[in-house]
């Protein structure tokens, strides 16, 4: 007879750990759908929306920043960390939005961007106000400039989103922003910084928000002891000894420290992942640890191409670093920032070359010639449900679970990234073309996103992709996604893998301890899966007799 108490025990734990092994699926507010028809989309859309989720059969949401802003970098510049952008609705929205998904079993993650705030935020117009020398200005980090009346910027520095990384305000003086000008950097040296977090993590936390998804996490302490070094001398400095002065300093983790005492005040304890793009995996694995923030991003497979031996690589290393914190790893394909990953995997391999995959061809206007969508809708698909059935969480990116590609063709006077009116190297023509708002209908204005247009261009081609469709089609993406994240449930076990010999390169195999099988053919030949293709419950593509097609996955059940 089973021990009542043993079982609730571990309910209790596993409520707790539900994110060790969540699916978890990103929203950007302003594309997903828009309930009041402005072409921006709000949290009521979501509201209206929460049976698609709930249908997809997805663990949790991440919502991208919904606070007031001027969207100087798409949210990513906010003016009030305990609000509601009233463009997007009201705290009493969120509160509904927040009780519908909780109804529907879906946790709720939302971005809190610790960095920078907005230049229209109370704190930095007290600081302009004030002036020099001012204990409001001691929040953010203004120093005077270079030259005989400071007129140059305190250093050369470039900011991340293209142009000089200090802005001279009226008296003369100069702030540091590590992104747009509109973002200046915190100085969290100062306690009032660190203690007004804390109470934006407790106020969030106290509307039933189950977690957190920190912006840069990597980027809050700073060294500007002076002399300041000189961009070159910048670029020359070790970046994984803790001790640069820009960026992943060891003391960051006293900050998360702070905060995982406030997480841990809940019940069950708030969750955090960081975005934190450091230089080694175990600079990775310190904001993974459980005095921290417990989970960190892994960002790996958005830079690799779809090989084999990139994925096995990847993939084992991410394992052994989850083992060595105690954390579960991530697995993303896509988010807000990047060229969605169907369109990567249509175009022709990284090989190894530096960069961001499908920037050149969105700077190019997206000429179809150089991209097979079909094929890279065909890799993406076999590459997601690798992922789903790895141990670890995997996040999702709105719109990937319809197949959609990156969106080209926006005209400069339709694009919003900062990082393309700055011209930053890094983003090419920006991250607009991920960000176009869904289609959730085949016709209509802007194709059911809201009822008059949408706020970014989307292509004629989104109406084979709308959701109306998908949803008829059981040899749609959408229909394999849900079919994934259904039987995902069945298949998670203890976070273990052990791989198995294809005899060949490119294929790679995986038994979970649960007795689960994961194939993946990255070549194009077929592979023969012999008898146990009788047990196969799912696959990317239909096999043809036991067969394997190439560029697809498969999931065998037990016997």
Known sequence: MTDPLLTETREDEKTAAWWRQAAVYQIYPRSFADANGDGLGDIPGIVSRVDYLAQLGIDAVWLSP??????????????????????????????AMVAALHERGIRVVVDIVPNHTSDLHEWFQEALAAGRGSDARERYIFRDGEGPDGAEPPTDWGAAFGGPAWERVEDGQWYLHSFATEQPDLNWDH???????????????????????????????????????????????DRSSGRHPLADRDEVHEIYAEWRKVFNEYDPPRTAVAEAWVETPERRAKY?????????????????????????????????????????????????????????????????????QGVEWVEAGGPEDELDRARGARRANAATLLLLGLPGSTYLYQGEELGLHEVAAISAEQRQDPSFFRGASFDGLGRDGCRVPLPWTASGSSFGFGADGAHLPQPAWFAEHAVDVEAADPSSTLSLYRDALRLRHLLQAEEALVWTDTGRADVLRFARPNGWEIVTNFGEEPFDLAADAANVVLSSLALDGQLLPGEATAWIAPA
Request: charged share 25%.
């Open 66 to 95: 919904f606070y007031p802003s001027a969207l100087a970098d798409g949210g990513y510049d906010v003016a009030d960390y305990r609000d509601v952008d009233p463009r997007l609705g009201t705290l009493e929205d969120f509160d």
């Open 191 to 237: 306690p009032e910084v660190r203690a007004d977090f804390l109470k934006t993590l407790r106020f969030w936390s106290d509307r039933g928000v189950d977690g957190f998804r920190i912006d840069v996490a990597h980027m809050l302490t700073k060294d500007l002891t002076e002399p300041l070094p000189s961009r070159a001398e910048l670029e020359l400095l």
């Open 288 to 356: 993974a640890s459980a005095e921290g923030l417990g989970q960190a991003f892994n960002f790996d497979l958005l830079v690799a191409d779809f090989d084999a031996d990139q994925f096995l690589r990847i993939i084992a290393d991410n394992l052994e670093q989850a083992r060595a914190t105690g954390s579960s790893t991530t697995w993303v394909l896509s988010n807000h920032d990047v060229t969605r990953h169907a369109t990567r995997y249509g175009l022709p391999p990284l090989g190894g070359r530096p960069g961001k």
